[in-house]
């Protein structure tokens, strides 16, 4: 019977973990090797190693109504997108008003996971720790894995031919925290993603001039959507999810497409991705389109070689006197205290695991790695379901069927949709909304459900776990993204 359970790391997914073992009556012990909780939204002027860092002005993506724990809404009072100051405040409000603190130790590192001799038996690991010098060994029955995925740095330099006699100043994206030192420069960033666009808008507001590279290109969705509301609450329903899964795949790209392009048309901004109906997560962005019509930022193709003061570019076209060059090419998943590699097999940066969460090949899934599946909803909900399911997987809930290798059937890669998946953890532990008995008993409530945002809180309305405010936080949800 599982009863203890180590948590890996302090962020928003540990702080999840931390709080569903103690409502499931478990013993978690979570272990932060840094002084405080957070994780990737705990500002730090310098990156600091084996810890994920942002630069200062991060604003979140997706909007308070959709990101919050599902039974712990935002004051009403804060913005519909917050800087990383004010999310990190809400975390720390979290933690304090479940109590989760006493349970974690900070200035601890884990250095090691093992199974015991006896796993195949009782599922039970062996986690080694560090504090102060000093190494300590526990024995748990469970481990849950919240260590993040922007921790280990992506820089593919090899390729990148010539990057070695570039005397200009190159660096990962994870080391940019501001940008007063690129002053009247000529900078380079490489990579299409969040951190990307984020950097060459905020550079372009400082630098002589910014290139921004791309290979394969990007949808870039801006926060604002129709009438000015968040683009998450309009975009992320339970109605679209179901038009999307019945109209022909074709109509549906079709539909796709066309919603992406109805601010700006990406062919005509050098944004178009390559595979047009790929449903890869999004940029937000709500400055890039108009930072490349003023010229400050200026798009360009795949590097093709760089050369001491300069790079040439695959389209043939030279850009000289380059200062600095910003590799924002994303991170790597890497779990160096697991002694046995082949627990989290990871081939091209993909990993494979039963709905994301469970290692497929453990004799005892006592194993939970929480965070790392994208979708284009947002990670608080989703490390807080995913917990819950792990949680009932440890304890080998009669709603699951023995979960073996055999049993597995495929493990899902990393990339999904949102509700879609959301629905699956949700049916298995016995909290997906019902919609008939919903319109049958409380049709104002089935309507916003179905129709409205697919907020976090419809996963707290019924089932285990239910919290008596949801319909509630559901019905002003509204009111307070106005406010």
Not at 179 to 196: A, C, Q, T
Not at 235 to 241: A, G, M
Not at 420 to 438: H, Q
């Given at each position: 019977?599982?009863?203890?359970?180590?948590?890996?790391g302090?962020?928003?997914?540990?702080?999840?973990?931390?709080?569903?073992?103690?409502?499931?009556?478990?013993?978690?012990?979570?272990?932060?090797?840094?002084?405080?909780?957070?994780g990737?939204?705990?500002?730090?002027?310098?990156?600091?190693?084996?810890?994920?860092?942002?630069?200062?002005?991060?604003?979140t993506?997706?909007?308070?109504e959709?990101?919050?724990y599902p039974?712990?809404?935002f004051?009403?009072?804060?913005?519909?997108?917050?800087?990383?100051?004010?999310?990190q405040?809400?975390?720390?409000?979290?933690?304090?008003?479940?109590?989760?603190l006493?349970?974690?130790?900070?200035?601890?590192?884990?250095?090691?996971?093992?199974?015991?001799?006896?796993?195949?038996?009782t599922?039970?690991?062996?986690?080694?720790t560090?504090?102060?010098?000093?190494?300590?060994?526990?024995?748990?029955?469970?481990?849950?894995?919240?260590?993040?995925?922007?921790?280990?740095?992506?820089?593919?330099?090899?390729?990148?031919?010539?990057?070695?006699?570039?005397?200009g100043?190159?660096?990962?994206?994870?080391e940019?925290?501001?940008?007063?030192?690129?002053?009247?420069?000529?900078?380079?960033i490489?990579?299409?993603?969040?951190?990307?666009?984020?950097?060459?808008?905020?550079?372009?507001?400082?630098?002589?001039?910014v290139?921004?590279?791309?290979?394969?290109?990007?949808w870039v969705?801006?926060?604002v959507w129709n009438?000015?509301?968040p683009?998450?609450?309009?975009v992320?329903?339970?109605?679209?999810?179901?038009?999307?899964?019945?109209?022909p795949?074709a109509?549906?790209?079709?539909?796709?497409?066309?919603?992406?392009?109805?601010?700006?048309?990406?062919?005509?901004?050098?944004?178009?991705?390559l595979?047009?109906?790929?449903r890869?997560?999004?940029?937000?962005?709500?400055d890039?389109p108009?930072?490349?019509?003023?010229g400050?930022?200026?798009?360009?193709?795949?590097?093709?070689?760089?050369?001491?003061?300069?790079?040439?570019?695959?389209d043939?076209?030279?850009?000289?006197?380059?200062d600095?060059?910003?590799?924002?090419?994303?991170?790597?998943?890497?779990?160096?205290?697991?002694?046995?590699?082949?627990i989290?097999?990871s081939?091209?940066?993909?990993?494979?695991?039963?709905?994301?969460?469970?290692p497929?090949?453990?004799?005892k899934?006592?194993?939970?790695v929480?965070?790392?599946?994208?979708?284009?909803?947002?990670?608080?909900?989703?490390?807080?379901?995913?917990?819950?399911w792990?949680?009932?997987v440890f304890?080998?809930?009669?709603?699951?069927?023995?979960?073996?290798?055999?049993?597995?059937?495929?493990s899902?890669?990393?990339?999904?949709?949102?509700?879609t998946?959301?629905?699956?953890l949700?049916?298995?532990i016995?909290?997906?909304?019902?919609?008939?008995?919903?319109?049958?008993?409380?049709?104002?409530?089935?309507?916003?459900?179905?129709?409205?945002?697919?907020?976090?809180?419809?996963?707290?309305?019924?089932?285990?776990?239910?919290?008596?405010?949801?319909?509630k936080?559901?019905?002003?949800?509204?009111?307070?993204t106005?406010?």
């Amino acid at each position: 019977m599982v009863r203890r359970v180590a948590v890996v790391g302090a962020g928003v997914s540990g702080l999840a973990a931390t709080k569903c073992c103690l409502d499931e009556g478990l013993e978690p012990t979570c272990f932060e090797r840094s002084e405080d909780i957070g994780g990737l939204w705990r500002y730090t002027d310098q990156a600091e190693d084996g810890r994920a860092s942002i630069y200062r002005t991060v604003f979140t993506n997706s909007c308070k109504e959709m990101m919050c724990y599902p039974d712990f809404p935002f004051p009403d009072d804060h913005p519909n997108y917050m800087h990383n100051t004010r999310l990190q405040q809400y975390i720390c409000k979290y933690a304090e008003h479940f109590d989760l603190l006493r349970h974690i130790r900070f200035k601890t590192l884990v250095t090691k996971v093992k199974k015991r001799p006896d796993f195949s038996v009782t599922g039970q690991w062996e986690v080694v720790t560090q504090k102060d010098g000093k190494e300590e060994t526990a024995v748990f029955d469970a481990v849950m894995i919240c260590s993040g995925h922007h921790v280990y740095p992506n820089l593919p330099l090899t390729d990148f031919p010539g990057i070695q006699k570039f005397k200009g100043h190159y660096f990962h994206s994870r080391e940019y925290k501001e940008p007063e030192k690129f002053r009247g420069k000529k900078v380079l960033i490489i990579g299409l993603g969040n951190s990307g666009c984020d950097i060459a808008v905020e550079l372009s507001t400082v630098a002589s001039q910014v290139y921004l590279s791309s290979r394969s290109g990007s949808w870039v969705m801006s926060r604002v959507w129709n009438n000015g509301y968040p683009w998450d609450m309009l975009v992320i329903t339970r109605f679209w999810t179901w038009l999307g899964n019945i109209l022909p795949r074709a109509l549906s790209d079709w539909l796709y497409v066309r919603g992406m392009n109805r601010f700006f048309k990406h062919e005509n901004f050098g944004l178009m991705p390559l595979n047009r109906t790929s449903r890869k997560e999004p940029v937000f962005n709500d400055d890039l389109p108009s930072r490349i019509a003023c010229g400050v930022v200026v798009m360009k193709p795949n590097v093709k070689e760089f050369r001491e003061t300069s790079v040439l570019f695959q389209d043939g076209t030279v850009q000289d006197d380059v200062d600095a060059v910003v590799f924002a090419t994303g991170y790597g998943y890497s779990y160096p205290f697991l002694e046995d590699d082949s627990i989290i097999k990871s081939r091209d940066n993909q990993v494979s695991l039963y709905k994301g969460i469970v290692p497929p090949q453990l004799e005892k899934p006592t194993m939970a790695v929480i965070g790392l599946v994208q979708s284009l909803g947002p990670i608080i909900p989703t490390v807080d379901l995913q917990c819950r399911w792990a949680v009932k997987v440890f304890q080998g809930s009669p709603s699951f069927p023995l979960l073996s290798p055999q049993r597995y059937g495929n493990s899902t890669t990393l990339q999904t949709d949102y509700i879609t998946y959301m629905d699956e953890l949700a049916s298995a532990i016995g909290v997906k909304p019902n919609m008939l008995k919903l319109l049958l008993t409380d049709p104002r409530l089935a309507l916003e459900v179905f129709f409205g945002p697919c907020s976090p809180y419809q996963f707290r309305l019924m089932g285990p776990g239910k919290w008596s405010g949801a319909r509630k936080a559901i019905l002003t949800q509204w009111d307070r993204t106005l406010q």
